[in-house]
């Protein structure tokens, strides 16, 4: 089991209740398949310095987890396909 800090960007042009939405999706895929959330933390809305797929600004959002490295994995491969998700970057964490 590795920790990992995940950072990803949900639309703004949505409604506030399907940001919360998206961010419980991506929170139950981790912990679906074994994960342990650690923090969970909403950065609130930014604007970009240039903009992504159209948009200006960004709702922000911070999950640190406790996982294997396929649970990453699964993360990674639903929030490339997830039209909601315009950015997300994980990083593995040093013991």
Do not use: P, W
């Not at 089991?1 to 949505?14: G, S």
């Not at 809305?45 to 987890?65: M, S, T, W």
């Amino acid at each position: 089991m590795n920790n990992y800090e995940i950072m990803f960007i949900v639309r703004a042009d949505i409604a506030e209740e399907e940001v919360k939405n998206t961010v419980e999706t991506f929170e139950k895929v981790l912990t679906d398949m074994g994960g342990k959330i650690t923090n969970s933390k909403d950065l609130g809305q930014k604007k970009f310095a240039y903009e992504i797929k159209k948009q200006v600004r960004g709702n922000y959002h911070l999950i640190n987890v406790t996982c294997d490295s396929s649970v990453v994995k699964e993360f990674d491969r639903r929030a490339l396909i997830d039209e909601r998700v315009l950015r997300h970057l994980i990083i593995k964490e040093e013991e």
